[in-house]
């Protein structure tokens, strides 16, 4: 039951971008039947080695980099550029579209039975792959994340709006849901890896602790913690119900520029964040506009429903001795 077109017929994907799409959406259905098969397969989440950024690579990350990469000649796309790989791969030299991916997102959760996810940007193909991929992410022509969860399911833009589909197992067909997405401005729940509070910069820290403050600081009301370690999975729940996200840059060796990559997870999740009525933005400036120095570099990343994030850019820009009061005497936000 497994056709070669795996999107429902209402599917309204833009015709020069539908071969590409249905490759992509071809392998993430392949992946999704493999996870949900998970100890079955053996082996998935062992560890094979290191990626360009020093990073551990699981077996699925190298099975879903292989897979996508593979997938996609023919399908018009000249530069393949991965988070797994040192180089990009130019794949068809007459095509004229570049797709970055993360192909497995989250895989520190693989043998937790915890969703996981590959996020994809596509771009248009310049003439080399540092001039197509360190063009800031307005650039991006359509961006978008398959979550591997208790639902298999694909949001991805094109520039108008966010388009939600799930994996019906039934047909093996990603179905159309809506195509009006919007992140809910109101919610109150957070999330951060809150291990790293002493690592982190004063305006973050002022942020968290007036969060913690509950409905005796100054935010006056009480908020929730959430943590996945699954990008895919926290944009997920901010796109459905709200929120904030924040993987600031912190004082570990390593961290000084955080730990999310522009071109591979931050700048897709910006553009489905943006055309949901969200923003995202390293703590002061959207990440949108911002360029990345190197393909495999890293930001700051804050994101999830406008009003949280315009908070923490007021947070950045406290002076510093409002920044390191108590909240009791910080007193700039009554939310
Ligand atoms: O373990 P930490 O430091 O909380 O980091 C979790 C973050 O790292 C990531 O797993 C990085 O992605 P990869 O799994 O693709 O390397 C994000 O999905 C997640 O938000
Ligand atoms: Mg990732
Ligand atoms: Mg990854």
Redesign the pocket.
């Known amino acids: 039951m497994t056709d070669a077109n795996p999107y429902s017929p209402d599917a309204p994907i833009p015709a020069r971008l539908r071969p590409t799409m249905e490759a992509l959406g071809r392998v993430a259905r392949d992946l999704a039947r493999r996870i949900a098969r998970g100890p079955l397969e053996g082996g998935l989440d062992a560890h094979v080695g290191g990626n360009a950024d020093g990073?551990a690579q699981k077996a699925l990350?190298v099975i879903a980099d292989r897979a996508f990469a593979e997938a996609l000649r023919g399908t018009g796309v000249r530069w393949y550029a991965s988070?797994e790989q040192d180089d990009v791969t130019e794949l068809d030299p007459q095509g004229t579209l570049a797709l970055a991916i993360?192909p497995?997102?989250?895989?520190?959760?693989i043998a937790t039975n915890v969703s996981?996810g590959t996020i994809f940007s596509l771009r248009e193909a310049e003439e080399g792959p540092e001039a197509t991929f360190l063009a800031p992410g307005r650039a991006q022509i359509a961006a978008g994340y398959v979550i591997y969860g208790p639902q298999c399911m694909m949001l991805v833009s094109f520039g108008a709006g966010v388009q939600s589909y799930v994996l019906d197992p039934e047909t093996a067909r990603f179905t159309l849901l809506d195509t009006t997405r919007r992140i809910p401005a109101e919610s109150s729940e957070f999330a951060i890896?809150a291990?790293?509070y002493r690592h982190w910069s004063k305006p973050v820290r002022a942020y968290i602790d007036d969060c913690l403050a509950g409905a005796e600081g100054p935010r006056d009301k009480n908020f929730n913690m959430r943590?996945?370690?699954?990008?895919?999975a926290?944009t997920h729940r901010i796109l459905m119900r709200g929120g904030i996200f924040l993987?600031p840059q912190d004082d570990r060796p390593g961290y000084a520029q955080g730990?999310?990559r522009m071109v591979?997870?931050c700048a897709p999740i910006a553009m489905l964040v943006e055309q949901a009525g969200g923003r995202a933005t390293d703590g002061n400036t959207a990440i949108l506009d911002l360029q990345a120095g190197s393909l495999h570099a890293r930001t700051p990343f804050v994101f999830g429903s406008a009003v949280k994030v315009d908070h923490v850019a007021a947070y950045h820009d406290l002076p510093e001795h409002e920044v390191s009061a108590l909240f009791g005497h910080r007193g700039l936000f009554r939310v």
């Open positions: 990073d990350d988070e993360d497995l997102d989250g895989s520190s959760n996981i890896n291990s790293n943590w996945i370690a699954s990008l895919v926290e993987y730990r999310l591979y997870e």
